[in-house]
């Protein structure tokens, strides 16, 4: 089918560092819109942590997972219809079980955990992950080095962030954000590399603190951005002054950012060319503008794939593509 | 309760040398005739194998199983209603997957995982296990040392008992049984002295090569049953010369030990006083005698727990206690 080769040959190329829920939501709407295998996600590992004694990988995992058509949508995380037998016979031999991971998901992880005892790293096993899950597009976790997010909050304790937001349920107590082990680690395989060769760089609707900002921590991200040839866009996680899904606004306040499309834009404005935010916050566009942004205001509550979609095209336009 | 408790005080106390699934059954015949934790069973480790990064134990996790009245019944190993996300994801992910761990008892044998590398031992870990699920005897892994039981078949492959068993499905081609790990091993903790302050030693209806022979090869033990006060008596797990279940009948042939209640019985010559064995196999009882065993015959196919009772009765009565 030469047309269809000649096709995706020409079709863009686009990277988009991704978080978690937002991050998923965003990525099914820009597959929509573009060749799948054009796309590369480059996901925070920052909440890493091993759990139950598998290696879980959250943002990843949400990423593959509502990729491939299977996530649990009313969760957003984990897969549709899964059980929970391996957590609930953990529970009564007495372990913690605030991290709630169902059978499948356990499995998956733990095929994780086997590769990497193996020898195969982070990487690998995602693209081993995704290909077994039909998923076309990459998927590079940020680096193969531990990188914990570290929240300290105000009684002094320093919590792992699938701590502070799982088992804390993310209390307004935050003092500060711990992102050194990130600052102290190499991009994974094909990070910079997809940076490089990207027609377009996004910036998916994800925690700017804790999910895009422990990518830009790596060293030598910020410098791919910056000599990227691609246009860097980013979408607001932030509408109307509330996060769509998650912490943020606790997470921005304790570092006295303000929690807006703006404060996150004015986060962004070394690195981004483009703001995507909601229509609701319209009223915010000059300012953002004032930023040395280009910006486009619509519904960006991805409710569904149509509206993803839309997102999508909004991002790619301001990146100058079709 | 005075009485009751001076009852139990008076209570003899046994212990087991057990495999999987016929130990199984005939203990719970045991404790439905002893108060529950009266009795021990000291149970082959040999089966153990890491199956997709678990550790499982697959006699001391039937013994445990059927003790909580928890086993398959029809399977008479696993867990009653278990269910298998965990093994088809990883079957999805390129697994081997011949060994069917059902998700609650693949969360068993993590735990255990995660225990052993905490540095618990087998023995604590199997005691954390049997008392979570409500179990009154006590249960000892033979040994606290890694003592793989390796069968040789007749292309000179040399398998894993589980490879053999499971894998393969038992084929009739076996050379040789390899002990040799047993044989360096030292016996698990509180072995040697449940069989020094046993009232009564019984052997039950398991497998002479691959499930009493691990356990009697560890050194110590052949020298802790010569030494006991206690009696020891034997159940046959031959019945009308075919094992009632399992591969007895292709170890033995293999081995070159004729596959009867007497074979059995002339394995045991040394060590036991007393050998119970099916009312089918009535007409051998004489020949049992002349190898200097006080023998009874009676049902031994252990269908339900009254007939199991009847059995340890008469594996009891034999062993001189009332």
Redesign the interface.
Known sequence: MPTAMAAEREAPQVAVLAGGVGAARFLRGLVAVLPPERVTAIVNTGDDRVF??VHVSPDVDIVTYTLAGRVDAQRGYGLEG??T??????E????ESWFRL???D???C??R??RL?EGAGLAATAE??RT?LGVASRILPMSEDPCPTIVEVADGRRLHFEEYLARERSPDNVKAVDLSAAEHARPGPGVLEALAHADAILFAPSNPVVSIGPILAIPGVRDALQTARAPVVAVSPIVGGAPVKGPADRLLRGLGVEVSALGVAGLYRELADGFVLDAVDEALVPAVEALGLRVRALDTIMRTPEVAAEVARAALALAGLP
């Open positions: 139950y004694g899964d059980t037998a391996v957590i609930e016979t953990l009564g031999l007495g372990h169902g059978d499948r356990f499995a998956i733990q095929h955990t086997l005892a081993e992950i077994a």
